[in-house]
């Protein structure tokens, strides 16, 4: 019934494709128009997949987070092995880490009005996460996905993505948990959600500094130092934000607070009303499965 086109990239948790209906497939609630991609795995590897797949059980219907659409085994590559898939809202404009590019060749970097608005979005994501008890472990520009819209200055939605990596609350093996990427990682490891706010400075800060190194070039154990450098080109208020989710973790700042920080404050009047943002995406990223999580054998090919 479907087909992977194709790769749109790869990782730990296995490949992600582009994802189409056969055309010669009959099908009552998936229309040609309808984007998808597939993170796919060998079965035997995919526990990290399947791990996405519980938190986006949770998530669904969050306009924060990418949507998932479904799960299906189908018949892998080798004889009698069977490849583990999950379906995923396709997002047309990429990666943050691909935005902060595009940016970084117009303009330097990311202006910090648009800097403030994507930080409120990924912070609304953290604060429903943890009040919920999920730590997301792995926040960074790769993992925030872009969806363009129509609304206002800024024109760009984006969603926090991959949870192959995420814990519900202390977890029995959370003193053990290793961060997904150390380069945003915080250096006290997963003790709890500061650690995820540690990780959301650092992608706030590449916005800012056009997706230069955010540690000190001059140092080989520059990933060590306690803080990441901030440039003295950003506003004093933006350098007063970024400390506040720098700081050690007793004192660090939650989501919830960090919404109230002026930098976020200053922009409040310009983003669109709730709602605005789903009703301007691109028309082809409407879920093929309803509200529905669909667990199918061989739905792709």
């Known amino acids: 019934m479907w087909r992977k086109l194709e790769k749109l ?3 730990g948790y296995g490949t992600v494709y582009y994802a189409e209906k056969d055309d010669n497939a009959a099908s009552s609630w998936w229309k040609p128009s309808i984007k998808a991609a597939v993170k796919a795995a060998p079965d035997y590897e995919s526990d990290s997949l399947r791990r996405e797949a519980v938190f986006l059980k949770k998530l669904k219907g969050n306009p924060y987070f990418i949507q998932g659409y479904g799960e299906d085994l189908s018949l892998g ?9 999950l379906f995923l809202e396709y997002a047309s404009g990429g990666t943050l880490k691909d935005l ?3 940016y970084a060749v117009d303009q330097g970097s990311v202006p910090e009005s648009h800097a403030a608005y994507y930080a409120y979005l ?12 999920i730590i997301h472990c792995d926040v960074k520009p790769d993992n925030v996905l872009v969806f363009p819209t129509n609304n206002g200055p800024f024109m760009n939605h984006i969603k926090l993505a991959d949870f192959g990596m995420s814990k519900l609350g202390m977890d029995d093996d959370m003193e053990d948990a290793i961060p997904g990427t150390s380069y945003y990682a915080s250096p006290e490891g997963v003790q709890g959600t500061s650690a995820d706010i540690w990780s959301f400075g650092c992608t706030v800060l590449e ?9 000190d070039d001059d140092d080989d154990d520059d990933q060590f130092l306690p803080v990441p450098q901030i440039p003295g ?8 934000f970024l400390e506040k989710c720098f700081r050690r973790v007793d004192g ?6 960090l919404l109230k920080h002026p930098f976020i404050q200053s922009i409040i009047t310009m983003i669109p ?3 605005f943002e789903l009703k301007n995406l691109e028309s082809s990223n409407v879920d093929p499965f309803g509200s529905s999580w669909s667990v199918t054998q061989g739905l792709l090919s």
């Open 122 to 133: 990924l912070l609304r994501a953290l604060s429903y996460l943890h009040r919920n008890g």
């Open 77 to 85: 590559e080798e004889e009698g092995e069977y490849t583990y898939n």
């Open 273 to 275: 009303p709730p709602g």
């Open 207 to 215: 916005m800012l500094n056009g997706g230069e190194d955010i540690w």
């Open 9 to 11: 990239g790869s990782g």
């Open 100 to 102: 902060i590019r595009s």
């Open 233 to 240: 080109s950003v506003s004093e208020t933006a350098k007063d």
């Open 252 to 257: 660090r700042w939650s989501a919830e607070r």
